[in-house]
């Protein structure tokens, strides 16, 4: 299980990356996406999708389009051109994270911390 | 695959409801998600509410709530932040109005831009900010928006308040913007305002004071055309205004007051109103604190008003005119003065001719610079070559009748006297002499109306008063010999 207080900050990247690989995906998908894909190591709370949803949505990043399914409503979210752009500049900005991490977290031989 | 009939569907949407989800944008894709959650719950063998009460188990009572706080937070930033600035300028804007208006009383230097910039915040800034404001509300209430009503009161609004600046900073174009934004404001708004509040109370079967509703819409009409007539100087204001201020103190005012405190929930627009009312109080006053130094010019327009004068002929008791000559019948006494007392009214008749003229010419806005008032004046009266209106007027375009009638006026009263004190009055009092000699009428008109205007005003006003005083006494004398 990966812990809440390291997703805070790529919620939106995951989501972002989500619907430009999938086009177009409703809440309860995001999530069993997300638990499948990571093989149950994330699970994202409902609690905090739906609010970044609409804040991506506000945003104008994505939009929303609603449809009946049987007997009720499914909103379905999907990339804006804005989106897209900005989900990859966040997959790369996230990319950069992870390598620069790595560097901080083992640092590499090759890295020399004598200045002088 | 299982899937929820419409039954359990509507348990689960009842049920959200009950935990105060108001904010529609989500609800549908919660009630979507929970219902995904229960029917896998349920393909793996459980009844409906078994799964169900695993799900909410699983998702905690309290999240509903949660959820939309964080939703409504997180895409309301720039809301937040906008509604806070609307209340930090409508507190702000009365206040600079309040401090320019106790500048200008005060006379102290700063009045017109502490107006200016409180007018410019309330009408560009302010105004703008409070339609968003309640655009966003009402629309996250999921009521319609009343477009048209916030369009018809904001454009003219904003007209009103720029034209307001221009006539503050004597710029051009605040008649014509003044005009557009009253006439809006009275003959479109507020109709559209009684429209909409009726229909709304219709459709929310509330009870709906219609009464309260039409009054105030006409008496506010009312009170802005008159306003409109009186700051354009249109005929017929005085009376528009009084009956619309009577509606408004008498039956509008209490009416609506005891309204606000029956149902105190709308905060935002009991906001509005103190602020607008406080705008507009204070707006009135400046009104009337600037018309003051009009009053100056008025009284020196009519010098009957002017206190010296009445008192000088109430002090001495002694009031005596052309009629009442005419009645005593004496034809040879009327006979010897009635050229006098014609050429008095001439000189009478022409002084308010100029002034008349001066005035008009000062009150018309197509002047680019008189506005520039007393000070502009002040620095053209040094500069001889400069043509300037008292002087264009009298010398030019009168060609000096005023001088001709004073000298004419004077050769007449000489004769008729015997009073070596009145004598020695009109001379010295019908000044046609510069530095004790006498001179051209050039000379004369340069040296007593090449002057500011005010100057000038208050000269012509003092040959009349003596041109009058000399007419009296003269009569008076006629009289009892």
Known sequence: ??????????????????????????????????????????????????????????????????YNIGKRVRKYYRLTPEGEITSRDKAEEFREFVRVMQQLIKPSPGISLNYG | MVELDEQQIGSISVDIDGQGLTYTGLKDELLDHICCQVELAMEKGMTFNEAYQHVKIVMGRKRIRQIQDETLYLISKKYRRMKRTMFALGVLAPILILAGLT???????????????????????????????????????????????????????????LGAICKLQHWPGAGIMLTIG?????????????????????KMDEEVNKKLI??????????????????????????????????????????????????????????????????????????????????????????????????????????YDWDDLMASGNTEKINKCEVLVKE???????????????????????????????????????????????????????????????VSYRDHALLLTTNPELEKYIKRSLVLMTWKRETSPEAWAEFYFQGPTMKTVTI??????????????????????
């Open chain 2, 182 to 202: 009253l006439s809006g404001l009275a003959l479109v708004f507020l109709p559209v305002f009684a429209i909409t509040k009726i229909r709304e109370g219709k």
């Open chain 1, 1 to 66: 299980m990966i812990s809440n207080e390291l997703l805070k900050g790529t919620l939106k990247t995951i989501v972002l990356t989500l619907l430009e690989e999938n086009r177009r995906m409703y809440g309860y998908e995001i999530t069993r996406e997300v638990e499948r894909i990571s093989e149950g190591k994330i699970q994202l709370s409902w609690g905090a999708l739906y609010p970044t949803l609409h804040k991506l949505e506000s945003e104008g990043l994505i939009v929303s389009e609603s």
């Open chain 2, 344 to 406: 008095a009214d001439e000189i009478k008749e022409y002084i308010f001719s100029v002034k008349d003229r001066l005035i008009s010419f000062y009150e018309d806005e197509s002047n680019p610079w008189p506005y520039e008032s007393a000070y502009r004046d002040l620095l053209q009266s040094h500069n001889l070559a400069n043509d300037y209106e008292p002087l264009r007027i009298i010398a030019k375009e009168d060609e000096y009748r005023l001088y001709h009638l004073l």
């Open chain 2, 103 to 161: 500048f200008k009383v005060m006379h102290w230097p700063g009045a017109g831009i502490l107006n200016t910039a409180a007018l410019f915040i309330t009408g560009m800034i302010f105004l703008p900010l409070f339609v968003m404001v309640r655009i966003r509300d009402t629309r996250n209430m999921g009521e319609p928006i009343p477009m048209t009503l916030y369009i018809s009161g904001m454009v003219p609004a904003m007209i009103t308040i």
């Open chain 2, 214 to 319: 039409l009054g105030g819409v006409l008496a506010g009409i009312l009170v802005i055309l008159g306003s409109l007539f009186k700051i354009m100087h249109w005929p017929g204001a005085g009376i528009v205004l009084l009956v619309s201020w009577s509606l408004v103190a008498v039956i509008l005012l209490p009416l609506l007051v005891l309204n606000v405190l029956k149902k105190s929930e709308n905060q935002l627009n009991n906001f509005l109103l103190i602020i607008l009312t406080a705008v507009t109080v204070s707006i009135l006053v400046l009104v009337y604190v600037r018309s003051a130094s009009r009053e100056a010019i008025v009284s020196l327009y009519f010098p009957e008003n002017n206190l010296n004068y009445n008192a000088m002929y109430l002090d001495r008791q002694t009031a």
């Open chain 2, 460 to 481: 012509l006003s003092m040959y009349l008063s003596s041109v009058k005083l000399i007419e009296h006494e003269i009569l008076t004398e006629t009289e009892s010999r």
